[in-house]
């Protein structure tokens, strides 16, 4: 090294290349900026490194750096991706993990809260994860979706959409000044066809003799799964509900904000059916928990898998959370109600901004009235009492409606 000298920096003005020696170079661009520049080569592969502006990193400064910049390519080290960890800029694997850890407790769904980690760690982190958050680009999400772009479109959305967060969170922090393209990279993709998976749900003509069936045993589970049907709620909904969230005496059940799927609180009117379930649930009361419906552990509730199977059992291919649309459906189909009182005792969120804006009330006499309908419709009173639990669904029909 020494082929420059502090006052050969300061003069020459021609662009070009100007080695030092070692691999460091003198950089002039065709507009007289000057940078310095260390080359280095391993394993075959030769890549510039740049090592700052020549304003800011005197000639000493710059041999210093290139020194040390060829000591971390010799130990398998990335010199630029170093000089980041010092600078405090994380890597796209730190940056992620960081937002996980932020946001994690603030999920409610627990599916997600797992999912949200594990993709980023099948699809990114193995191609992107050592990518600076600064440096991170259109082309970098490219390649981490377009294997599964086609052959699993929703899951390469999910990653392609917290890949965005995480780097939204990067400008938060300042470790980044724009958004990712993510409009011009998907036109550089092939068009894919996302199929729309619903719940299966069973006909409300059949929610009935389900309903029959369900009180021809004895068990929390089936208690649960009924009061699922008559309230028309989410599964995770009934299972979480405790005792202090009832109301007999208005017949009212108020699920808290952090229970819901939206954040907000709901309060279902309860039919005389489902006021009727509650107090058969009081029977499988724990004095250490307040859980309505408890799972097998001691303070843990009901597991989602212990409805599934009732209707595995029942023989029916409904699951669940299909008795939302065989509600929703019934009420387009057999009652006058109008649609935003049966999307309000569903807890939907009101599409129109403007309009939900006006509708701040809760319809509540209104949901009143469509839930004591429904509860009417599933639990007739001439079949209260009816019901036998060798029997397949149809039986519950009576023998008149048998071929």
């Known amino acids: 090294m020494g082929r420059l000298s502090a006052t ?15 691999g460091l170079y003198l950089v002039i661009s065709p507009r007289g900026g000057k940078s310095w520049v260390c080359r280095v080569q391993k394993n075959g592969k030769r890549r510039d490194i740049g090592l700052g502006s020549a304003k800011k990193v005197s000639l000493a400064l710059a041999r210093e750096r290139a020194v040390k910049a060829r000591m971390q390519v010799e130990v398998g ?8 960890k010092e600078a405090g800029i994380p890597s796209f694997r730190e940056a992620a993990l960081e937002v996980y850890a932020q946001n994690k407790a603030t999920w409610k769904n627990k599916k997600h809260r797992a999912q949200w980690l594990t993709t980023l760690e099948t699809y990114a982190f193995p191609l992107i ?22 052959n699993k479109p929703e899951t390469a959305r999910r990653v392609r959409q917290r890949i965005s967060n995480v ?23 092939p068009k894919a066809k996302i199929k729309t998976v619903h719940h299966t749900a069973l006909p409300y003509a059949e929610v009935p003799a389900f309903l029959t069936y369900l009180r021809s045993g004895d068990s929390i589970g089936r208690l649960a799964l009924a009061a699922l049907i008559l309230t028309a709620t989410r599964s995770g909904e009934i299972r979480s509900a405790t005792w202090d969230e009832i109301d007999f005496e208005n017949k009212l059940w108020t699920i808290p904000a952090d229970r819901m799927k939206a954040g907000r609180e709901h309060v279902i009117p309860l039919s005389s059916q489902m006021c009727h379930v509650f107090k058969l649930a009081q029977g499988y009361r724990e004095a250490r928990s307040q859980l309505v419906f408890p799972g097998q552990r001691a303070g843990k509730p009901l597991s989602d898998m212990t409805l599934t199977k009732i209707c595995r059992d029942a023989r029916i291919a409904a699951v669940p959370h299909g008795f939302r649309s065989s509600f929703r459906d019934w009420v387009a189909e057999e009652t006058q109600f109008v649609g935003d009182i049966a999307e309000m005792a569903l807890a939907h969120t009101i599409g129109n901004k403007v309009e939900a804006a006006y509708r701040r009330g809760n319809l509540l006499e209104k949901r009143r009235i469509l839930m004591e309908a429904w509860g009417a419709y599933c639990w007739p009173e001439k079949c209260r009492d009816e019901g036998n639990e060798s029997s397949p669904i149809e039986l519950a029909r009576g023998p008149e409606n048998q071929s």
Not at 8 to 22: F, H, M, N, S
Not at 77 to 84: F, I, S, Y
Not at 167 to 189: E, H, N, Q, V
């Open 77 to 84: 080290l990335d010199p630029v991706a170093e000089r980041r």
């Open 8 to 22: 050969t920096v300061k003069a020459i003005r021609e662009p070009g290349r100007y080695g030092d020696g070692d």
């Open 167 to 189: 780097t939204d969170w990067a400008i938060g922090k300042g470790y980044r000044t724009l958004p990712l393209p993510l409009a011009a990279m998907d036109k550089s993709l």
């Open 129 to 150: 994860g050592d990518v600076s958050i600064a440096d991170l680009d259109g082309h970098h999400v490219r390649e981490a979706i377009a294997p599964i772009w086609l």
